[in-house]
């Protein structure tokens, strides 16, 4: 059974940057796994973030940007707001299915 | 704007079915994947499947022996059942609109808590 790995969590200062991996039990993470980004806040529904490794939706702030990193998916924010605390959370393709990794959670301090 | 909203019993008895249905306003079904996503409490995401418009699907490889998806264009509803179910079926379930076979989930309905109890 494929395994998609998150930091389990970290910190970060108002107004730094952060980076989230996202590692697959299968290997590398190429463009081919089509890597999604989502954010969640307590009590409310995942908004999705980023779409396709580095594809930004009309409603994601510039500072959030996708990338490929050491053959991990990743999620850079860099000018942190207090907003931005949240669990944030991967998705990849394998095939035509996809897994959840299982999580990051992301406090502002 | 798309909006979508589960619907279904909030209480499922263990052995039973599950069975829930999304509602889309603002899009028509086509060329999308309609997806389901869940969360147990306390828990992580987990992606159940998606169906396609024209009717194909993808199933969770660990429940896709239990899992059935339907789509209805007319009513543009889509639904999830799910077999046999125990206490670890106890969950958040979302449905979400997939845009391609890149794009998993653009566009959530704010999920429906089924909790299996006897």
């Known amino acids: 059974q494929t395994v998609v790995t998150q930091e389990p969590s970290l910190t970060v200062s108002p107004g730094g940057t952060v980076t989230l991996t996202c590692a697959s039990s299968?290997?590398?993470?190429?463009?081919?796994?089509?890597p999604n980004w989502f954010q969640q806040k307590p009590g409310r529904a995942p908004r999705a973030l980023i779409y396709?490794?580095?594809n930004r939706y009309s409603w994601t702030p510039a500072r959030f940007s996708g990338s490929l990193l050491g053959g991990r998916a990743a999620l850079t924010l860099s000018g942190v707001q207090p907003e931005d605390e949240a669990e944030y959370y991967c998705?990849?393709?394998?095939?035509?299915?996809?897994?959840f990794g299982g999580g990051t959670e992301l406090t502002v301090l | 704007q798309v909006q979508l909203q589960e619907s279904g019993p909030g209480v499922v008895k263990p052995s039973e079915t599950l069975s829930l249905t999304c509602t889309v306003s603002?899009?028509?079904?086509?060329?999308?994947?309609w997806t389901w996503i869940r969360q147990p409490p306390g828990k992580g995401l987990e992606w159940i499947g998606y169906?396609?418009?024209?009717?194909?699907?993808s199933y969770n490889p660990s429940l896709k022996s239990r899992v059935s998806m339907s789509v209805d264009t007319s009513k543009k509803q889509f639904s999830l059942k799910m077999r046999s179910v125990t206490a670890a079926d106890t969950a958040v379930y979302y449905c979400?609109?997939?845009?391609?076979?890149?794009?998993?989930?653009?566009?959530w309905g704010q999920g429906t808590l089924v909790i299996v109890s006897a």
């Open positions: 998705l990849l393709s394998f095939g035509g299915s996809w897994v």
């Open positions: 979400a609109r997939g845009r391609g076979f890149y794009e998993a989930a653009d566009s």
């Open positions: 169906i396609f418009y024209r009717g194909s699907t």
């Open positions: 396709n490794t580095d």
């Open positions: 603002g899009d028509s079904l086509s060329n999308n994947y």
């Open positions: 299968t290997g590398a993470v190429t463009r081919s796994s089509y």
